[in-house]
């Protein structure tokens, strides 16, 4: 397999941003505004036109005072440019210090410039442009972080349920580890967004708390009626929350994400469905994300970036140094009803013999604290075993200290599918039948 070459792709990321614009108030002749709080939007051509038209029409009237009332202080009408827009202008960039630490102590690869990096710390709650928020690098990021990620759990342990397997895909990459990941990092959240922040805050348009007054009304938030719900992308949605059908783990892994959730409707579902306008208003009309989801958006646009910027070998180490590196008891994430009931069905689906449970020894049989120890055997190999306070406490830790020897097993050597790239000869890795259905 041969790598691609992203170096000239990633230049489409820049260019909305670097392209050479003006941001031209009304009488541009008599104030000037510098170059490097310029910005392109697409909303400012219409005014721009306008202006233009207006002034070579040569309509004076008025023009003395409209003249008079707007500001001739170089530092006030620079205030009041930024304060026109949704969020900081690119070119502020270069000047952040809080940019500059960051992009440092994250060791980023130099070829991610700082335009780049201000725009993964702009939602897209804070800014609808496209062109400016970090919806799409968002997007890549998420795909990237889901391949690193679930190769890497998947080739140290093949044999894990699925279950297991979503469980810690949301603790490596999940909303609430990617949360925390960007507090480690000290990424700081703007109160408000706007083009006078500082580029190095994350800026989002918070969620209102539900306990919060309602434009200085007695009402609260949660006394609103509530906003419908989006609906997730698989088949007959509607039906599914009226019947209550149970999502079982075939269905997971064919309609839902990394983590075994469902996938909400995006923009797209909506303009292909016109019947779904009510619902869509609904939608939009519920502005505002929380602190994590914009936490999240943000290490998800920056793992985006860096592959665009740097290459996939640069998003690979850096998936690893921050995310993979992170110890995870996958022991724990374990939860069996009936473990003797499927020791029992893995020991017939692998053909061995049935097991069976015999004391290994017990002391205080008739005290008030007795121990006991017991094993599982198969014929004469022992899968597990356990102690405990009673003979059918010490049988099912035996049971489930055999069904996690089985579950968890990792190769010595583990090599995963995105190393192929390297020039090696690729090995194939080990594919289990799967988790055992009762």
Known sequence: MQSLRLLRWSGSILSPHTRPCRFTPLYRHRVQIPPHLTRLQSYSAATLQAAEEHVEEGDESGSTEEIENYPTNFSSATEEALRRLPSPPPSRAQSSSRLSALHGR??????????????????????????????????????????????????????????????????????????????????????????????????????????????????????????????????????????????????????????????????????????????????????????????TAFVRALMGAIYLHAGRKAAYNFVKAHILSRHLNVSKLFEFRQPTRDLSKLCAREGFESPVARIISETGRKSRTPVFVVGVFAGKDKLGEGAGGSLDEARIRAAI?????????????????????????????????GEVVV
């Open 106 to 295: 994250l060791l980023l690869p130099p070829r991610l410039p700082l335009e780049t990096l201000a725009r993964c710390l702009v939602d897209c709650s804070a800014d609808a442009n496209a062109n400016f928020n970090n919806a799409s690098l968002s997007i890549l990021g998420y795909d990237l972080l889901g391949l690193y990620t679930s190769e890497y759990i998947l080739c140290h342990y093949p044999r894990l349920p699925n279950e297991v397997l979503f469980a810690a895909m949301s603790a490596y990459v999940g909303s609430k580890t990617l949360a925390a990941i960007t507090r480690e990092w000290g990424v700081e959240i703007a109160a408000a967004p706007g083009g006078e922040v500082d580029p190095g805050y994350l800026q989002c348009v918070r969620q209102e708390p539900g306990n919060a007054s309602v434009d200085g009304t007695g009402l609260q938030f949660k006394e609103l009626p509530k906003v419908a719900k989006d609906l997730s992308v698989r088949p007959n949605p509607e039906l599914q929350q009226q019947r209550g059908w149970r999502r079982g783990a075939s269905s997971k892994t064919m309609y839902d994400d990394y983590f075994g959730d469902e996938i909400k409707r995006v923009e797209q579902d909506y303009a292909k469905r016109p019947e779904l306008d009510n619902e869509n208003a609904d939608r939009q009309a519920a502005r505002g994300v929380t602190v994590e989801q914009a936490s």
């Open 401 to 433: 200290s055999a069904l996690k020897g089985w579950y968890l097993y990792s190769p010595l050597k583990v090599r995963v599918p995105s190393q192929a790239q390297t020039g090696q000869a690729w090995e194939p890795v080990l594919i289990d039948g």
